[in-house]
């Protein structure tokens, strides 16, 4: 799981724990953030947020640059890729909630619903888990490694220093070699 892939991949695997195997877990979170970073708080202020998201794409054209460390930029097509689906204002319409869903506070409902997640994670104690952490990453800064560790105590880490948040694309080789190991147990 990655990114907000953490939250939802998790906590589906809730719902079907004797279906789960494993995990490999990159860059993400899967409890209420200990931190919102000012990048996403500002895609959240009233008006500007709504228009730089959806109107200039800017949530997704600016993480293409800042969340690279080892890489100056992302290959070509990959880069085309990841900004195919958010062609228009209309397309652009689930960032700008998900953003806006990120919780700060208790009384907000995803806090609780990430809250249960943490939580039920437990249930996992006796699984393997993998863990590769980008350390460069802004978002889910190394303050989430150290949280899944506690979750985790047992589970494999590997730190990529120098690796920001698009793990897969900035340190491929060892994620593949990562999933390899995980894969043939």
Known sequence: VHDWGGAI????????????EQFVILNTAAFPPPYVPWRIAACRLPWVGELGVRGLNLFARAALKMTLNRLPQLDPAVAAGLLAPYHNWDSRVAIARFVQDIPRRKSQATWQTLANI???LAIFADRPVRIVWGMKDWCFRPECL???????PHAHITRLADVGHYVMEEAADEVISELRQAFAR
């Open 118 to 120: 943490e939580e039920g």
């Open 146 to 152: 150290t949280r899944f560790e506690q979750i985790f």
């Open 9 to 20: 991949g998790l906590g589906a695997a809730l719902k079907v724990p004797t279906r789960i």
